[in-house]
């Protein structure tokens, strides 16, 4: 399974979409470094959250890591404040993935549990 989700990685990161956002940041004129770390990291949780699809989205992997690089300065780069962003978009990708439109912030009991247990079938 190890072997199966560092192949999903891998095509993701090799991904033309996700290797120029990865260019884009590295070269942009704010803390460079840390910034592609942290968005290569985003990339790694979200195809360990999603490791149980037969592909991942390239695509969907892309616009989450934006998603999250925005976030990072939003947050100016609090950690905790992050966290909570992280964790809020991770559920918000689940939902997703099942067909769940959280667009409105509400989704029912059974649905949470749908996204809950989607996420505990990683671990």
Do not use: P
């Not at 790694?44 to 616009?63: L, P, R, S, W």
């Amino acid at each position: 399974m190890k072997e199966d989700l560092a192949v999903k990685i891998e095509n993701v990161l090799n991904d033309a979409k996700v290797k120029q956002f990865l260019s884009d940041i590295g070269h942009s004129d704010i803390v460079q470094v840390k910034r592609v770390s942290n968005a290569i990291g985003e990339i790694f949780m979200y195809c360990i959250v999603h490791q149980g699809k037969t592909n991942i989205d390239g695509d969907k992997a892309y616009e989450y890591a934006k998603k999250m690089d925005e976030e990072f300065f939003e947050c100016a780069m609090s950690g905790e404040r992050l966290e909570d962003k992280r964790a809020g978009a991770i559920k918000e990708s689940i939902a997703t993935e099942l067909g769940i439109d959280s667009s409105k912030g509400e989704i029912s009991k059974e649905e949470d549990q749908q996204i809950k247990d989607y996420f505990l079938k990683i671990m």
